[in-house]
């Protein structure tokens, strides 16, 4: 079969003589990597300030301990970076092993810190004890993304014992403040920007379209989200006495909100990119269940399902200042504010979907009332190059499992893969993961479907051995 050429290596059909011994030693080790992901789960490592911020310590140094006994790196060290505060961000793991310089460098991301627990009563066990349920782990964390590293150092567990000669650099990075925004990650980047530089990046991180069918995830919506203020008059005033001719706020919010789609529910601002999506698909049927849509309630838009979540821009109203109507009075709203959130196609620069945003709202705005606008944020988009790793991962991930990768797309953003992407502009960046529709990541019951960990461990293993192969 030829070579494709894609960024700085060529792509190779993955060796099957790797596929045996890395399924046995998968299924051998595989044991000892489940109890040890149960102890990290133990750990309540949350980066929130307001929880005990010495279970992070606990976490990394528990980490850091498990890769130093991998007798493989140059160094593992702790270190941290500065918020935008000027504060401490929380602590990260590196470790880096050198290799050949015609071999590909590979970064192995994911990270330590966890979700908050939220209601204890609604958990069917102890958040922070995991437990064996069927095929399941239960804990918080025991998804995202504990068994991302679990994933990372199991994988180099298997490569360690079964590559005959060590060429490829390794980098292993474990975050630890993800999920509570990653404020110091662009800081950490910068600072360790050496140390972290790569050919391929690994972000385990993410999931699949099913327990049976593996996905690399290949495109991430941008973001922006915009508070304004719509004014009308100068003062409140009495909704019998003036109703009528008078153009309150609120009838002018409603207005202008419901500008920003048509008829079928398509998005209606002009200027918004569009990306064309490569992947499997969901049924309305389908989309209808795992929504919770009332009986009777159709959904929006007119393209396919996936198409609309992860490559489409969507409009949502998600903050609207009105007085509660267990208090409301016969009183018409001189002003009322709103919070909008833009979804944008991978493809758009968040400033251009937010100009485009803004002059829709001031091109809407009905009966020449003020428009002032207010707060923004702002989220990159993602899309994934298909280079060799890609290629490489496809052939793995469907040799571990029992049907045949996908790409599959997300919709709502992640930052700090768009970071990755400007801060190391060749490299490529598979974003992988263990978990699955029902995981749960963020909500009560949080588990790891088992048997979707050991088959992304041997996914992981069968990449590192053949791309240790590759030169330049």
Partial sequence: MPKITGMAFSYIPMNPKWFEPASKFVDLSFPAAVAKLGQLVKIPGIAWPSFDQGNLELSVEKVADEFRHLGFFDFVEIRRAARPS???????????????????HVLLYAHHDVQPPGDRSLW?????????????????????????????????RAFIELATEVRIGVTVFIEGEEEAGSESFPEFLRANHADLAADLIV????????EDVPALTSSLRGMVSQTFTLRT???????????????????????????????????????LDSVSIDGPELSDAEFTQVA?????????????????????PAVT????????VDVASNTAQPAVRAKISLRLAP?????SGLEALKDHLTRHKPFGAELEFGRHETGPGYLAKDGWAAKLAHEAFSAAWPNPSVNMGIGGSIPFISQFAEAFPSAEI???????????????????????????????????????????
């Fill in 292 to 312: 919770g849509l009332l009986p009777g309630v159709e959904r929006l838009g007119t393209k396919t399902v996936t198409q609309q979540i992860w490559g489409e």
């Fill in 124 to 156: 069917d066990t102890e958040p922070f004890e995991a437990t064996l349920k069927g095929d399941r782990l239960f804990g918080r964390g025991a998804s995202d993304d504990k068994s991302g590293i679990i994933t990372h150092l199991t994988s180099l």
């Fill in 430 to 472: 598979l974003v992988t993961g263990v978990e699955e529709p029902d995981s749960r990541a963020h909500s009560p019951n949080e588990s790891q479907h088992l048997p979707t960990l050991k088959r992304a461990i041997l996914a992981q293993s069968l990449i590192l051995l053949n791309g240790n192969d590759l030169v330049r």
């Fill in 203 to 210: 972000v385990a991180d993410s999931g699949n379209w099913s």
């Fill in 233 to 271: 008059l100068d003062h409140a005033l009495h909704s019998g006495m003036y109703g009528g001719p008078l153009p309150d706020a609120t009838t002018a919010m409603i207005r202008l909100l419901a500008s920003l789609t048509d008829e079928k529910g398509n998005v209606a601002i002009l200027g």
């Fill in 317 to 324: 109203v998600i903050g609207l200042d009105l007085p509660a």
């Fill in 86 to 104: 000027g504060d401490s961000g929380a602590p990260a793991l590196v470790a880096r092993k050198a290799g050949h310089p015609d071999a590909p």
């Fill in 347 to 351: 493809s758009q620069s968040p400033r």
